[in-house]
């Protein structure tokens, strides 16, 4: 008995190989275009991200916030001040940078005392007056009445503040009680500027009319000039 040979014709075909995985994983078939396209490249962890410079600039805000808790002022605007020059592209730390050079800058620029004699409430009302800044010489031109209610020099004051806020009533009752007190306020508002919003008021026409008397005491007056020269 004879083994059947195999039939020549039906040899097994080789099989092809698979596409390989690296060019299925390059390229894959664009559903709305039917084209094919190149596979984009996975994006690497976020701390593969982060540029070396990040963490030198970390260490000097670090410091920065170290030489704040010392209350050394001065050390640590320097070292944060690094970061904001020495690394631009850090945009993520500049927030928290400029957060603490603000509080640095409050707390090294030195507080002035607050006023605390009549003479000394006196100048911080002028100042505030030549600065326009009528509520803040208004809070100390009532602390020297509260102190001295016979203090003329503080009611004219009063009088050109309460003027510049456009409140005629009060302007005119402290300028009343000014000239009452030292006569020679007449004259002086006669020719102030200070007092021109109440020019056509007929109350201050009339605390004005009369001459000026001689002054029985000496202490400085306001002029025309006072709320200019800072007197």
Same mark, same amino acid.
């Given at each position: 008995?004879?083994?059947?040979?195999?039939?020549?014709?039906?040899?097994?075909?080789?099989?092809?190989?698979?596409?390989?995985?690296?060019?299925?994983?390059?390229?894959?078939?664009?559903?709305?275009?039917?084209?094919?396209?190149?596979?984009?490249?996975?994006?690497?962890?976020?701390?593969?991200?982060?540029?070396?410079?990040?963490?030198?600039?970390?260490?000097?805000?670090?410091?920065?916030?170290?030489?704040? +808790? $010392?209350?050394?002022?001065?050390? @640590?605007?320097?070292? *944060?001040?690094?970061?904001? &020059? #020495?690394? !631009? =592209?850090?945009?993520?730390?500049?927030?928290?940078?400029?957060?603490?050079?603000?509080?640095?800058?409050?707390?090294?620029?030195?507080?002035?005392?607050?006023?605390?004699?009549?003479?000394?409430?006196?100048?911080?009302?002028?100042?505030?007056?030549?600065?326009?800044?009528?509520?803040?010489?208004?809070?100390?031109?009532?602390?020297?009445?509260?102190?001295?209610?016979?203090?003329?020099?503080?009611?004219?004051?009063?009088?050109?503040?309460?003027? +510049? $806020?456009?409140?005629?009533?009060? @302007?005119?009752?402290? *300028?009343?009680?000014?000239? &009452? #007190?030292? !006569? =020679?306020?007449?004259?002086?508002?006669?020719?102030?500027?200070?007092?021109?919003?109440?020019?056509?008021?007929?109350?201050?026409?009339?605390?004005?009319?009369?001459?000026?008397?001689?002054?029985?005491?000496?202490?400085?007056?306001?002029?025309?000039?006072?709320?200019?020269?800072?007197?």
């Amino acid at each position: 008995m004879t083994k059947q040979r195999p039939n020549s014709t039906s040899k097994a075909q080789p099989v092809q190989p698979a596409e390989p995985l690296a060019r299925a994983n390059r390229e894959r078939r664009d559903p709305a275009h039917g084209s094919r396209t190149r596979a984009r490249p996975p994006s690497p962890p976020a701390s593969q991200v982060r540029r070396s410079t990040y963490y030198e600039a970390v260490g000097l805000y670090e410091r920065g916030l170290e030489a704040l +808790q $010392r209350h050394d002022y001065r050390a @640590a605007v320097e070292q *944060l001040n690094s970061v904001l &020059r #020495l690394y !631009p =592209e850090e945009k993520e730390l500049h927030e928290r940078v400029h957060l603490y050079l603000n509080i640095c800058e409050r707390q090294a620029t030195p507080q002035e005392a607050a006023p605390v004699t009549v003479q000394e409430r006196l100048y911080a009302a002028t100042l505030a007056i030549n600065g326009t800044r009528y509520d803040e010489a208004l809070r100390h031109l009532r602390l020297v009445r509260d102190e001295d209610p016979d203090n003329d020099h503080a009611l004219y004051m009063l009088a050109v503040a309460h003027a +510049q $806020r456009q409140e005629p009533a009060e @302007a005119i009752a402290h *300028l009343e009680r000014a000239v &009452r #007190l030292n !006569p =020679e306020n007449r004259a002086i508002a006669r020719h102030d500027p200070d007092l021109d919003p109440l020019r056509g008021n007929e109350a201050f026409r009339a605390a004005l009319d009369g001459t000026a008397a001689p002054r029985t005491f000496d202490r400085q007056r306001p002029s025309a000039a006072r709320t200019k020269s800072g007197r």
